[in-house]
Nanobody, 124 residues
């Protein structure tokens, strides 16, 4: 599956952004999806995931209550609504896909495909 992110950019602390991930080349509705991020000098970090079937979601503690992951299987697109952004949210955000029919991802290692990444900048 090919993944392309969009919607990143510069936002002031407390602001909002919505990231989108367009998928192609696979049966999107059967693939669990998620977002991971990587800040400069740090390892990739799990952000959120959504199941392929029932829309069950899972979030990292650091974003719980501020970020919302969703998907539209009719458009082969996944979203990440990010509210109340903080400087520590600044990173390159990657759209990620698990294996078809697999369980809800809960960590970076549960994904097998990633997009090229998109920058989210939140100045301190």
């Amino acid at each position: 599956v090919q993944l392309v992110e969009s919607g990143g950019g510069l936002v002031q602390p407390g602001g909002s952004l919505r990231l989108s991930c367009a998928a192609s080349g696979g049966t999107f509705s059967r693939i669990p999806m998620g977002w991971i991020r990587q800040a400069p000098g740090k390892e990739r970090e799990f952000v959120a995931s959504i199941s392929w079937s029932s829309g069950i979601t899972y979030y990292a503690d650091s974003v719980k209550g501020r970020f919302t992951i969703s998907r539209d299987n009719t458009r082969n697109t996944m979203y990440l609504q990010m509210n109340s952004l903080k400087p520590e949210d600044m990173a390159v955000y990657y759209c990620a896909a698990g294996a078809p029919y697999s369980r809800l991802p809960r960590g970076v290692g549960d994904f097998g495909s990633w997009g090229q990444g998109i920058q989210v900048t939140v100045p301190s």
